[in-house]
Structures are given as structure tokens and as C-alpha cells.
């Protein structure tokens, strides 16, 4: 008989789903639990290039491949960190100081 496959095997990211317009995420706070397979999903709604850049510990910058155009998609995977309170920004120009930044709490 063939033995089932681990709960590691078998765990499916967390999926979310954040839009990008000029110049807001929404949603722009999200919560996972610690150590979660996290699977971030940006969709561009906007008419500029957006992209997703998350602060995590030890100074690591988790952004996507590159920048997006508008109406396109890209997802970014990930390890939630241990319990905290990360930002997420846009890397883009200056597109943070006016407004594009976020949340991700892990509890
Ligand atoms: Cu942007």
C-alpha cells in the first residue's frame, strides 16, 4: 500500500491576492501564521509599472522578478518569518512615500 505523502508534501501556499493602482495596495495588510508557505499575488491595476518589495528579517528584500505593466500579474513565494510585523513597499520611483506600503503581520 503506498503510504500517504506528508503534511509537508501536500501543504499548499497561502494565497494572496494584492492589486496595485496609482498609488495604493489593496489590501495593504494581510496576516499569516509563522513559517507558512506564503504565496503573494500582485495584479496591476494601475496605468504605471508597480512591483511588491517585503522587509524581512536579517535586511532581506523579497521583490518580484521585476517591475509589472499594467494589467499584468506576477506571484512571489515565500517562508513566513517568525511572528512580527513586516512592510511591504513599492520599489518603484517614489511610489511609497505616496502611498504604495503595507503590512504583512505574522501571528
Ligand atoms: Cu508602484
Do not use: W
Not at 88 to 105: A, D, L, W
Request: hydrophobic share 35%.
Amino acid at each position: 500500500m503506498a503510504q500517504a505523502p506528508s503534511a509537508a508534501d501536500t501543504q499548499q501556499p497561502l494565497t494572496i491576492e494584492i492589486t496595485a493602482t496609482d498609488y495604493e495596495f489593496t489590501p495593504s495588510e494581510f496576516t499569516v501564521p509563522p513559517g507558512a508557505k506564503v504565496k503573494v499575488t500582485l495584479l496591476n491595476k494601475g496605468r504605471k509599472d508597480h512591483n511588491i518589495q517585503f522587509d524581512m528579517p536579517d535586511n532581506q528584500k523579497l521583490k518580484l522578478a521585476r517591475d509589472i505593466k499594467a494589467g499584468e500579474s506576477m506571484s512571489l513565494e515565500f517562508t513566513a518569518p517568525g511572528p512580527g510585523t513586516f512592510t511591504f513597499i513599492c520599489p518603484v520611483g517614489m511610489h511609497s512615500t505616496i502611498g504604495m506600503k503595507g503590512r504583512m503581520i505574522v501571528e
